[in-house]
């Protein structure tokens, strides 16, 4: 019995390919290093739907197309609002929100997925200022995928290098293999249900923690740690109490995480703007050499490198974002892999059914003898 379906290969796909041995991601024929930081979000989404990069007239209206949808229903505003008002934490804002992007909508494949993935921005902007008492801001039709969430979050418009940081962010991680999330999906749409069903259920798997990861506690640590001089310490005592350290090791990556690299080069053209965000760049950069040769001498043979996590933090904490809406920010750019995969499922029309391995007891009968 494979536990957790480990290593078990359930489908065929032409969206993505996670090679864990040699640190590589596939993206649609390309290596996430060549394709993330010099792509627009909206020229990979197209890539993933369609299988190709497109043309420039295409790119124009696939462009315009998103746009066009990103505006929320009075029924979405509203339960976005309840949601703000009790407080929940962005991802339960928006699995609450995606489903009520189907009310009133002929089912689509292609359709549902591009409202889908012009909607996540809107959805989880307008969240974030309702939650923190400030007014949604009206959402504009002109400006790119990226620079719209940013727009949405912080109601200016964003200079073209946040832009482009975020567009790299978003790039990297819109799609990685058969993940948790993307599995739920297809699973869910292996059934003939529709796109946004699918979705919503990557949407609930993402939440967990053992899977939407942990930027945010990468920020606490580096906080924690200080200076550069007290990293070797702290890290021996983490390890010596059994905790992990965070983005750190990956269940698939056995060398560095390729989407480390990528974020990492956006981490430091993005922090040299600012004095602050460049000291704590400098710091994780020192942090992540001292904390490499630790594991090595303390796990050896584990090979715990560097993950996305770990980047991850300090893109989206340079661009002002706080870590709790990392992870909605995180799901912002894997709609696009979510719906590409619900849809390729959708072609496939095969029920997704393992089986599973009985250890419960046999022949118990009820008193009486009666069942």
Known sequence: MAEGLDGVVATATRLSDVDGEAGRLTIAGYAVEDLAPYASFEEVAYLLLQGRLPEPSEHVRFMQDLAGRRALSRAALAV??????????????LRMAVPILSLGREENPVDDAMTAIASFPTIVGTYWRVLNGRGPVPVRSDLPHAAHYLHQL???????????????YLN??????????????RVIVSTRSDVISGVTGAVGALKGPL??????PVLDMLKDIKSADRAEAWVRNELKVGRRIMGFGHRVYKVRDPRAAVLSK???ELSSAALENRQLYDLARSVEQTALKVLDEVKPGRNLRT???????????ALGLEPKSFVATFACGR?????????????????????????????????????
Request: proline letters at 6%.
């Open 80 to 93: 976005v609002h309840e949601a703000a008002a009790a407080k929940v934490p962005p991802m339960d804002a």
């Open 154 to 168: 912080f109601g200016a418009e964003p200079s073209a290098d946040r832009a482009r940081a975020l567009e790299t």
């Open 172 to 185: 990297t991680v819109c799609d990685h293999g058969l993940n948790a999330s993307t599995f739920a999906a």
């Open 211 to 216: 899977h939407g990861g942990a930027p945010g």
């Open 266 to 268: 956006a981490a430091d």
């Open 307 to 317: 993950n996305v996590e770990f980047f991850t933090a300090l893109v989206l904490q």
């Open 335 to 371: 709609i696009a892999g979510w719906c590409a995969h619900v849809i390729e499922q959708h072609a496939e029309d095969h029920l997704i059914r393992p089986q599973s391995d009985y250890v419960g007891p046999r022949g118990l009968k009820l008193k009486g003898g009666s069942a």
